[in-house]
């Protein structure tokens, strides 16, 4: 399968995890920390990157097995109504995903421990479900119960039985070699679910040495779904230091490599070799405070859009650069004008730049100052136009300024721009329509 691109530059930050990790586990420690950011902000890219790099050192290190790594999302099995049969269905599945890394022995063990774990499960935690269900959690791990087994479990395990025999069972696997437990998508969850998880990770790995929980959160939904269980007036901070011993920030970062990524998109187009670093950097710029999701969406419907309306094989670059600006500011405000974006020195402009944010706003002054090439041109009633760089970033702004006003022998107010460009216009009008319709 092919790498993702690392378009946020997560690299340092997951470095960061890996020796954070490789520290706790050198001093045979048990700790369970967050990685805590906004929806969007790549949590999920970055819990698969450590995942991988983790299992790839322990392929290569010559010592044999040196993690197992559990990938858990708890998002993925929140229909059940108790997250340990998920937890513990987790665990197994990674090991049938890692039993190629495995050593035979340790590949045993593991097996054996969880499947007399989820035994007990199946007796005493999963009685509502249906044939189903209980294939779904069990797979081909579990023998199949006798009537007198499942009577006898009825007698002797309660609840805390089950947890206690998960405890035990993660003891004997952090005894083999240290665990890494990776949550993943838990403030997607219910939120009757999302506490529950975090009671049962704390339940079953609390103070067991050589377990490390990485737990990606948006510690903000967090708090919004522990309000809606015990209301306004619980200390939320204090409730989450119970689970959690500390938690790392990642910022929604700053995307790059865009026409890497979207080469698909970016292919629809003329692109002129000596232009590409300078476009890179527009679309980097624009993206400002847009999460990577987001964005993702937003390339996405231009594409899409683009094929729909486009009877060329390839169009104008500035093309490219014009439908993705509309979809971002589309992001920032509902406003369909965007009339601002040629008049951003406009006084007037304050509500604006309450929407889009100073510093976006900022962004796209500078590109529009940029644009003009320091000459002007005689026009109509004695009006004077900006000549325009021959560039692509340039060429958007003259875009922009055709959605209101007419073009006459290359001016159209503020600009001048003096090659023939009324087929790109016309697209330009096209797009706009339709995302404003």
Not at 10 to 24: P, Q
Request: net charge negative; charged share 30%.
């Amino acid at each position: 399968m092919q790498e993702k691109e690392d378009v946020l530059n997560r690299s340092e930050f997951i470095d960061k995890i890996i020796n954070l990790v490789d520290l706790i586990v050198e001093n045979n420690k048990g700790c369970s920390f967050a990685i805590n950011g906004r929806w969007g902000s790549g949590k999920s890219f970055v819990l698969e990157r450590i995942k991988e790099k983790l299992i790839r050192e322990q392929s290569e290190d010559l010592m044999g097995d040196k993690y197992f790594v559990c990938y858990y999302n708890c998002w993925e099995y929140d229909y059940y109504e108790e997250p340990i049969i998920s937890i513990i269905s987790s665990i197994s599945d990674n090991i049938q995903q890692q039993k190629n890394l495995l050593s035979n022995d340790t590949k045993q063990k593991l097996t054996s421990i969880t499947k007399n774990i989820t035994k007990y499960l199946v007796q005493s935690l999963v009685k509502q479900s249906t044939g189903l269900e209980l294939e779904k959690v069990i797979g081909n791990l579990v023998d199949v119960v006798s009537d007198e087994e499942t009577r006898e479990y009825d007698k002797l395990f309660s609840f805390r039985g089950v947890l206690d025999k998960v405890r035990n069972g993660i003891k004997e696997i952090s005894e083999i070699q240290p665990v890494i437990i990776m949550v993943d998508e838990l403030d997607r969850c219910l939120p009757t679910y999302t506490i529950k998880v975090l009671e049962r990770l704390h339940h079953i790995f609390d103070g067991i040495d050589n377990v490390v929980i990485i737990i990606a959160m948006d510690k903000m939904q967090i708090k919004k779904a522990l309000e809606k269980i015990y209301g306004d007036d619980l200390d939320i901070d204090r409730y989450l230091r119970k689970f959690i011993s500390f938690d790392l920030y990642l910022d929604t970062g700053k995307a790059t490599n865009f026409i890497k990524k979207y080469e698909k998109y970016i292919s629809l187009f003329d692109i002129k070799e000596n232009e590409y670093e300078e476009l890179e950097k527009f679309l980097t710029d624009i993206t400002y405070d847009i999460d990577i999701r987001t964005q993702e969406k937003i390339f996405e419907k231009a594409e899409s859009l683009h094929r729909l309306l486009s009877t060329e094989e390839k169009m104008d670059e500035a093309l490219m650069l014009f439908e993705i600006l509309v979809l971002c500011i589309k992001e920032k405000t509902n406003r369909s004008d965007l009339k601002w974006i040629i008049q951003s020195n406009n006084i007037n402009n304050n509500n604006i730049k309450k929407e889009v944010g100073q510093e976006y706003y900022e962004i796209i002054e500078k590109y529009e100052k940029s644009c003009f090439n320091g000459n002007y041109v005689d026009g109509f009633q004695n009006s004077s136009y900006k000549i325009i760089r021959d560039k692509a970033i340039s060429k958007v702004f003259f875009l922009v300024a055709n959605l209101y006003h007419e073009i006459v022998n290359g001016m159209c107010s503020p600009y001048y721009y003096g090659k023939p460009f009324e087929k790109e216009i016309c697209f330009a009008k096209k797009i706009h329509m339709i995302l404003n319709a």
